[in-house]
């Protein structure tokens, strides 16, 4: 057995009785740590400690997953934590943001820099950081890039495929592309990895590319809706009605499009019931919050929050 619940979901997107569809619950793993980003930092954070490093710096948006479990792990590990965070205009809002509110109050030390400083700076090592920002500590912090993805994550990610071999498809969504990775290095050769892309192609394959050679795997961009982040009424009713159904929450980022996508994928017989398929519940959830703000902005309906 998987260490996530896997639960049969065909029925809730739709589909035919015939189709075997799984959703395997990483968002259980934990409350704030959740889903792939849990896998992502089981063996930094472990680093951190074995080299004694005082805390771990890494990187993100406003709304971002990564800084918000990077937040929580430490904060459990009893490590300190900084995220620099793409934008100084978000400086000046961020007390209403859910999500940089929930990463302050795990103690995460808040630095805003300016999308030009991010973009160029972004994996730089510690010392350029401590130089420009100011920081104050005699030694290192562990550095890890953007969305988390560095060797150690990868085989953290790896390890969610753990007796899942029964499967012939294992599909999940992709960022920066390191959750595949893993997926792709802890799947047995007859299994095929299909990445559902949250953005348009920008590296992600390369990426992957650089942590595996194995070719077991496509990423398909058809399903993100234009941009990171972007958001429909189509999309929201989508999630709720789902929700409803299943009593399984979505995040609007990735899990809500990779099964959006996944559903297109069986209804255009790309994927069929001759296929055991394996989806994967990479979590999320924090950001419905920030989502729900921004729909509320464009007085459009509310996704339904498993948290309220
Ligand atoms: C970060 C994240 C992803 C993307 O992971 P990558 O390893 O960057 O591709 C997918 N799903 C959720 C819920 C995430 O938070």
Redesign the pocket.
């Known amino acids: 057995m998987p260490l996530s619940r896997l639960q049969p979901i065909g029925s809730f997107l739709g589909l035919h009785d015939s189709i075997s569809l799984d959703l395997l619950r990483e968002d259980e793993l934990h409350p704030l740590v959740?889903?792939?980003?849990f896998r992502?930092l089981k063996y930094n954070v472990q680093a951190a400690l074995q080299g004694s490093y005082p805390g771990i710096l890494t990187f993100g948006g406003a709304y971002s997953?990564?800084l918000v479990a990077t937040a929580a792990a430490c904060a459990e590990a009893r490590i300190k934590s900084i995220g620099i965070v793409r934008g100084e205009e978000v400086a000046r809002l961020w007390k209403g943001n859910p999500t940089l509110s929930t990463a302050a109050g795990l103690g995460m030390e808040l630095h805003f820099v300016s999308r030009e400083v991010y973009a160029s700076k972004r994996g730089n090592v510690w010392a350029d950081w401590k130089s420009l920002l100011g920081l104050d500590s005699s030694k290192d912090y562990l550095v890890l890039p953007e969305?988390?993805?560095n060797e150690l994550a990868i085989q953290g990610?790896a390890e969610i495929l753990e007796d899942c071999d029964d499967y012939d498809v294992v599909v999940?969504?992709?960022?920066?592309?390191?959750?595949?990775a893993g997926l792709i290095r802890g799947s047995s050769p007859q299994q095929h990895i299909i990445g559902i892309s949250?953005l348009p192609e920008s590296g992600?394959s390369d990426l992957i590319r650089t942590f595996t050679k194995r070719t077991n795997w496509e990423i398909r961009y058809d399903y993100h809706g234009g941009r990171y982040a972007s958001i429909t009424p189509d999309l929201v009713q989508f999630m709720n009605t789902f929700y409803q159904q299943s009593g399984i929450p979505l995040?609007p980022?990735?899990?809500a499009k990779m099964l959006w996508g996944l559903k297109e994928l069986f209804n255009s017989g790309q994927l069929s019931s001759d296929q055991r398929v394996l989806a994967i519940h990479?979590?999320?959830l924090q950001g419905i919050a920030g989502m729900n703000q921004k729909l509320e902005k464009k007085q459009w309906p509310r996704i339904l929050d498993p948290s309220e």
């Open positions: 959740s889903g792939n980003k992502k997953n990564h969305g988390g993805t990610c999940a969504a992709v960022g920066t592309g390191g959750t595949l949250a992600m995040d980022v990735y899990t990479t979590g999320g």
